[in-house]
């Protein structure tokens, strides 16, 4: 199933996509949260995927040409981000490969639905993309294990975690470069894991500028893959409906190329991850 999130009515509504066309699932769902956070945990994903997929004939649809997509989450209770988590990256940058992941946030604030400008912050050239492939949370989680651990995502996503170098390198902390408004593309769907045999650390990722192909490698080429990071963190912190994971980005980014490769206003950034779609973003300079 591949959920989609719209402007309803002036509120977030979630929704199921079936090809060209968007079943709104409280249509669906009698008594569904109006919430999107609320709405995916009353759902039941993963495990209510197939049964909640078969409510969907004969149900009211919607051209999803017509839709005002928003990101997949659009106010996230938290999303939570890993750094330097591909072989291939770390060593692009000169990094040691990590024992233990590098974790920060982002807020809502610095997401961006599928098809909506980035921005480039006005005070900085240096706006980087990064290909990330993005958890969503389904069920809450706490002290999971590795074996279980995808016992409680309801799908997946696409994200370009755009981050602003400069602001990133500022401290020791990053939470400055990857929090401003509108850099962080998310979208376009949320694929849930049984469209996934493979599993999510099988999968093809890259990104595109302007058409041109920046990164291109693979989640297996992950450091902490998917079920260990969902341990990790669930050691620490309750994992909630709507929560966000973000996976960390493979090697191709801009900043360590000679010249180094930054997103500018007028450029499309692409990102596609295998099973799961393409997630497009024009780039425009903050006003």
């Known amino acids: 199933m591949r959920l989609v999130a719209f402007e309803q009515e002036g509120r977030a509504t979630l929704g199921a996509r079936l090809g060209n066309e968007v079943v709104a699932l409280r249509d669906v769902v009698p008594g569904l949260p109006e919430e999107v956070n609320s709405a995916l945990e009353a759902l039941g994903l993963p495990g209510s995927a197939p049964a909640l997929a078969a409510k969907l004939n004969g149900a009211p649809r919607h051209s999803l040409a017509s839709l005002q997509l928003l ?50 912050p006005k005070v900085s050239e240096k706006f980087d993309y990064e290909a990330e492939l993005a958890v969503v949370i389904g069920r809450r989680a706490r002290h999971l294990t590795e074996e279980n651990a995808l016992g409680c995502v309801a799908g ?37 894991p049984d469209e996934l045999p493979q599993g999510p650390n099988a999968l093809r990722i890259t990104s595109r500028l302007n058409g041109q192909i920046m990164q291109d490698s693979n989640t297996s080429d992950m450091i902490f893959p998917v079920p260990r990071i969902l341990a990790i963190l669930s050691e620490v912190m309750t994992l909630e409906p709507g929560d966000i994971i973000a996976t960390g980005t493979p090697s191709g980014v801009g900043y360590p ?12 950034a692409e990102i596609e991850i295998e099973g799961i779609g393409i997630l497009s973003n024009p780039v425009q300079d903050e006003a």
Not at 171 to 177: E, N, R, V
Not at 257 to 268: I, L, W, Y
Request: positive net charge; proline residues 12%; aromatic residues 10%.
């Open 156 to 192: 997946y996503t696409c994200m370009n975690e755009g981050s602003v170098r400069d602001y990133q390198r500022k401290s020791a902390q990053w939470t400055m470069g990857k929090n401003f408004d509108r850099t962080g593309g998310l979208g376009p769907e949320i694929v849930t």
């Open 257 to 268: 190329r000679k010249p180094p490769v930054f997103m500018k206003a007028g450029d499309t």
């Open 71 to 120: 990101p997949v989450i659009p106010r996230p209770g938290k999303v939570i981000c890993i750094g330097l988590n591909y072989v291939e990256h770390a060593k692009e940058g000169n990094n040691p490969i990590p024992e233990y992941p590098a974790v920060f946030f982002r807020g809502p604030t610095s997401l961006a639905a599928p098809g909506e400008p980035l921005l480039r």
